[in-house]
C-alpha cells in the first residue's frame, strides 16, 4: 500500500475528537510512509487532516471538482491539486490513485462516497479494502444498519466484512494490511440470475 484515499466532511462536527481522529490518522501515514489522497478542500476535517498531513510531510493529493473549488476553498499548499469537471469524475480520479479507501465522520457527501466505493467493492470493481475511523461511536448506526439490512436480505451476510471499522488509525491501516480481497466472481452471481 503507498496511498490511501480519506473521505472527510467539509465541515468540523461538534466534536474535538473528530479534528483528533483526523491529525492521527495523517501522522499515521507519515510513521507508515502512506500518502493521502482526499476531496481537496481547506475546510473542516479535510483541512484538518490537509495541514496535519503537511505539518507531518506526508504527500497530499487534492481532488475537487471546479465548481467546488471556490466553495469548499480548495487547500492552496498541497502536493498535488486536481481539479476536475464533476463529482463523478472525482470520485473516479481519487480511487485511481490509491491502495484503500478510508472514511473520518462526515456528512452525506462523505456516506455516499464510503457506499458508493463499496459497492464497487461488493461488485468486483476493485479490490481494494473500505474502512471507516468508528471515532467515539459514529458509526454505529451503519454497523447496524447494515446489519439490519443483512437480516432483511438485502445485503448477503459474507459482504458485511467488506467494511472495516475500527476506533483508531492504527488498528485500521492494520487491518488493512492483513486484509484479502474475497475470491471472485462475488456469490450472489450466478448463472440463475439475470
Known amino acids: ?47 484538518v487532516l490537509a495541514d496535519a498531513a503537511l505539518a507531518a510531510r506526508v504527500e497530499i493529493i487534492g481532488v475537487i471538482p471546479r465548481p467546488l473549488a471556490t466553495k469548499e476553498i480548495a487547500h492552496p499548499n498541497l502536493t498535488e ?15 485511481s490513485l490509491v491502495d484503500a479507501f478510508i472514511a473520518l465522520p462526515g456528512g452525506l457527501g462523505t456516506f455516499e462516497e464510503a457506499l458508493e466505493v463499496l459497492t464497487w467493492s461488493q461488485l468486483g470493481i476493485h479490490a481494494k ?33 467488506l467494511l472495516l471499522f475500527a476506533d483508531a488509525p492504527g488498528e485500521l491501516l492494520d487491518r488493512f494490511a492483513a486484509w484479502t480481497p474475497p475470491p471472485g466472481p462475488r456469490p450472489w452471481m450466478n448463472e440463475n440470475q439475470t
Open 129 to 161: 479494502p473500505v474502512g471507516v475511523l468508528n471515532v467515539e461511536g459514529y458509526y454505529d448506526g451503519l454497523l447496524r444498519w447494515l446489519s439490519h439490512a443483512a437480516g432483511e436480505g438485502f445485503v448477503r451476510r459474507e459482504h458485511l466484512g
Open 81 to 95: 491539486l486536481h481539479i476536475v469537471e464533476s463529482m463523478h469524475e472525482r470520485k473516479a480520479t481519487m480511487a
Open 1 to 47: 500500500m503507498s496511498r490511501v484515499c480519506v473521505f472527510a466532511g467539509s465541515n468540523a462536527g461538534g466534536r474535538p475528537e473528530y479534528a483528533a481522529a483526523a491529525r492521527a490518522l495523517a501522522a499515521e501515514c507519515a510513521a507508515r510512509r502512506l500518502g493521502i489522497v482526499y476531496g481537496g478542500g481547506s475546510v473542516g476535517l479535510m483541512g
